[in-house]
């Protein structure tokens, strides 16, 4: 039997908690069982207008290049492997293998139906109202892995 | 591809819009669920290890989660108790300046563990009177015979 104490501050540790993906998958899951499909889009579409908003400005102002930094960004955080093509109008992303897909399966959970909405009914709701516009290429069900292709919409 | 350092904003959206689907009732039978199906590593520990259990589990997701906080375990008494003094969940909506966060956000914390570790023989309080502020206070004692 003991008595023990711990503190931590903030700047002690680096935030990035894996098990987030499993919670999000968990959700996914619980709309689609209890609200329909539809609901799974609806949500994500809510969720990524207003999360994704200074993206969204920053696109306007700086073109493919935002959506090209945002996923640098989230790639190197999450230690995910990946390739990028990259030219004023269009921009190709190979990602080996999503490290939320990875991390959920590698703890024994079964990955939702529709989780692969978190790719691309929220990159279609980034590109909404810009000039740009997106397409998911390949979806790899087992591992998330995915290729993506955003290009300047025809005027 | 959401990362899990976007999960925090993405979570409090969810519970807005499972209420505006259902009604807040809506909102706490999801909590219960993810409970029962997310938590099953804090109840698996506080089966094994007793109180000690909740000390194993936050002592990792805290760390991860870069929290401000003390965390303190008494296992004779039969204590354990964590001291938020920044929530990094709750911090984190607050400082977005382009998001609302949800207005009960920090009920989940008081539903999710509330479920696992009651049962378990264990009393949980959460003191949300300062969520305001990213700060609250969780207490699990041994229930006494």
Known sequence: MSKQTITQKTSDNQYYHKDFHIAL??????????????????YLTQFASVYYSPLIEAISEKGLLAIKEHYENIYEIEKA??????????????????????????????VSELFHETVSTVNKIICRNTPYD???????NSNGAYRLRFFRRDE | M???????????????????????KAVVDFWN????????????L????????????????????????TMELDEE????????????????????????????YCEHCDVLYRRVL????????????????????????????
């Open chain 1, 134 to 140: 997106f397409e998911l290429l390949e979806y790899n």
């Open chain 2, 2 to 24: 959401i990362s899990c350092t976007e999960f925090i904003p993405a979570y409090s959206e969810l519970f807005k819009y499972i209420e505006q689907k259902g009604d807040k």
């Open chain 2, 77 to 104: 008494a039969g204590e354990f108790s964590i001291t938020m003094h920044h929530c990094p969940s709750k911090g984190k909506l607050v400082e977005y300046k382009h998001i609302e966060p949800y207005h009960d």
């Open chain 2, 118 to 145: 009651e049962p378990l023989g264990l009393k949980y309080e959460l003191d949300r009177s300062q969520t305001d502020q990213a700060r609250c206070q969780l207490s699990v004692k041994l229930k006494k015979e």
């Open chain 2, 33 to 44: 669920y993810l409970s029962d199906k997310f938590l099953t590593n804090l109840k698996d």
């Open chain 1, 25 to 42: 998958n968990f959700g996914i899951d619980y709309l689609h069982r209890n609200f329909g499909e539809e609901a799974v889009r609806a």
């Open chain 2, 46 to 69: 506080v089966a094994i290890n007793g109180i000690r259990g909740c000390w194993i589990y936050w002592s990792k997701t805290l760390e991860e989660e870069a929290a401000d906080f």
């Open chain 1, 81 to 110: 492997v990946f390739d990028m093509s990259f030219s004023q109008d269009k921009l190709i992303i190979q990602l080996s293998a999503s490290p939320a897909v990875v991390h959920i399966k590698a703890n024994g959970h079964t």
